[in-house]
């Protein structure tokens, strides 16, 4: 054989391993000509097909945290979401939100139940009594001991590994763990060792990332955390994107890239078999002093509890 046909051999030989639906495979489902009608019905399909798990809020709509919430505004609020998600994920475990576990129990829900730990060392030690009792009570699942505390440097690593240490010994036979961005398990082995099951919120929209390329994104934030964490599960505890706002460098928080992310996100949820607590539940207006305007808008309901991409 002379060098031409060599080269025409090594060619097609190079064809033969192509295959159509492995193209750009990896960034998740092919959007390229979906309408907005298009998207709606994914994210009807997979609403519908059920969410592993989704961060719960039952502030109404003049409420933020410190407002004392009612079992009448929490059963409302689960009731809505109860059709489409196993699991709820909470945050507090005072001003009423300690009252959440019991009732999603009740509706047949499993919970990640959280304790908000911060600098006010007195409200601490309540978020963590009031943590014990419920899990004691037999109404969460998980639990987690604070809520990217580290990030907020609001807490010392010694301080947060006393406080874990102390859920664990009162709660044994119960997954403890902690919450923060993915990074902090790689960067504080002292955490990760502590914590039972690692609790890694993973935002590509807060890292600047296309919607493009924000599954990748994503999945290398998570199997990230979980080489962090050396055999132990790994619950992603919040991913999300917001539908308006101002731009965070390369991410677009549009009615179209709610869509997609969320359809991304719960397709590989499913096909890998991935624990996604899905961020969040219900708009939340407070947010906005935290996160400027985009922080009102990561629900996948309104403020009043209304469907926000379509009604059901």
Request: some cysteine; glycine content about 8%; hydrophobic content about 40%.
């Amino acid at each position: 054989m002379n060098c031409s046909g060599q080269i025409l051999t090594i060619k097609k030989k190079r064809i033969m391993s192509f295959r159509s639906e492995k193209i750009l495979s990896l960034i998740g489902v092919d959007f390229n000509y979906s309408s907005e009608e298009d998207l709606t019905a994914l994210f009807i399909k997979y609403l519908n097909n059920g969410m592993h798990g989704i961060c719960f809020s039952s502030y109404l709509d003049d409420q933020g945290p410190g407002s004392i919430l009612s079992a009448e505004q929490i059963r409302n609020r689960i009731e809505i979401i109860k059709p489409y998600t196993k699991w709820v994920r909470t945050f507090s475990c005072t001003d009423g939100n300690e009252l959440i576990p019991a009732i999603a129990k009740e509706n047949g829900l499993k919970v990640m139940a959280g304790a908000w730990l911060s600098d006010d060392k007195e409200l601490n030690g309540e978020e963590i009594t009031n943590l014990i009792k419920v899990a004691k009570a037999g109404n969460a699942d998980m639990v987690a001991v604070g809520n990217e505390v580290l990030y907020r440097e609001e807490l010392n690593e010694q301080e947060l590994l006393d406080y874990i240490y102390r859920v664990k010994e009162a709660l044994p036979g119960i997954e403890v763990g902690y919450v923060d961005a993915y990074y902090e398990f790689m960067n504080r082995p002292a955490i990760t060792e502590a914590c039972d099951v690692i609790f890694a919120n993973c935002y590509p929209f807060w890292e600047g990332c296309h919607i493009d390329y924000s599954l990748v994104y994503m999945k290398n934030m998570y199997y990230g955390a979980l080489q962090a964490a050396k055999g132990k599960k790994v619950v992603i505890s919040e991913t999300g994107w917001p539908n308006i706002g101002t731009a965070f460098e390369g991410s677009e928080p549009t009615t179209a890239n709610a869509l997609k992310y969320f359809i991304n996100t719960q397709q590989w949820s499913h096909e890998e078999n991935i624990e996604i607590m899905y961020f969040s539940s219900f708009d939340e207006s407070w947010k906005v002093d935290a996160e400027g305007d985009v922080g009102a808008y990561w629900g996948l309901w309104d403020k009043n509890g209304n469907l926000k991409y379509t009604k059901l």
